[in-house]
């Protein structure tokens, strides 16, 4: 399958752990988003990297929130000290500069 | 901010009825603009595009989407639905000449078509 792959697809934990989710993107997209879904709503914008710079992150991610992208190929978001609002579907997606989003599967966390 | 609309929460159609969703945007620039579907239990999938051109664009399964600049608005629209029609459906807006790359979604439209 050579399209975009998160891991795991499901993650569930408890109120203050950190959890930390890895999206593989299809091999030759430089950009790479990163979304957050829950019930009822559309994919809300978390940030988005091109190759291994990230361009620009939403004023809703927390400091509690971190991504990388090392070597402008994976990305993994982190998310320290986990509240219950944190529980939701972290989508990622990816794209050449054509536009056109590629998602992944999604990581569906559940913060007890 | 730029923010993305879509009206209609929740739709019900029989089979064969026509179906159109509507989708607004906050942006006065040049966009790029999309419908992605959702089908229950996979990830989201691209119906079609708008960069530029015709602003009748066409997609998968036979649905279409006329892009009205003045109205900043992009409805997607199918003359007869089936029951594997059954989604969400999610519009969204790249405002690339802002100086952004990120893509903003709607709400989204639950449909749900009856046999």
């Known amino acids: 399958d050579t399209g975009v792959s998160q891991n795991p697809r499901h993650k569930i934990t408890k109120r203050g752990q950190n959890v930390t989710f890895r999206c593989d993107p299809i091999?030759?997209?430089?950009?790479l988003y990163w979304y957050r879904q829950t019930l009822g709503q559309g994919p809300e914008f978390l940030t988005y990297?091109?190759?291994?710079?990230?361009?620009?992150k939403s004023r809703l991610l927390s400091d509690r929130f971190s991504a990388e992208r090392p070597k402008g190929s994976f990305s993994t978001l982190e998310i320290q000290r986990t509240e219950q609002g944190d529980s939701a579907m972290y989508l990622c997606?990816?794209?050449?500069?054509?536009?056109?989003?590629?998602f992944g599967e999604g990581s569906r966390l559940t913060v007890l | 901010a730029q923010s993305v609309s879509q009206h209609n929460h929740h739709v019900i159609l029989s089979e064969a009825a026509s179906l159109e969703l509507g989708c607004n945007y906050s942006?006065?620039?040049?966009?790029?603009l999309f419908w992605y579907v959702q089908y229950p239990g996979q990830h989201l999938q691209l119906l079609l595009k708008?960069?530029?051109?015709?602003?009748l664009v066409k997609g998968i399964k036979g649905f279409e989407a006329e892009f009205i600049k003045s109205k900043f608005s992009f409805n997607l629209r199918k003359p007869s639905v089936q029951w594997s029609d059954t989604a969400e459906y999610f519009c969204a807006v790249n405002p690339y000449t802002s100086g952004t790359y990120k893509y903003i979604f709607g709400t989204g439209t639950r449909l749900k078509v009856l046999a």
């Open positions: 997606a990816s794209t050449t500069s054509t536009g056109e989003l590629f």
């Open positions: 708008y960069f530029s051109g015709d602003p």
């Open positions: 990297f091109q190759n291994e710079a990230q361009l620009e």
């Open positions: 091999s030759e997209h430089n950009r």
């Open positions: 942006y006065g620039g040049t966009v790029n």
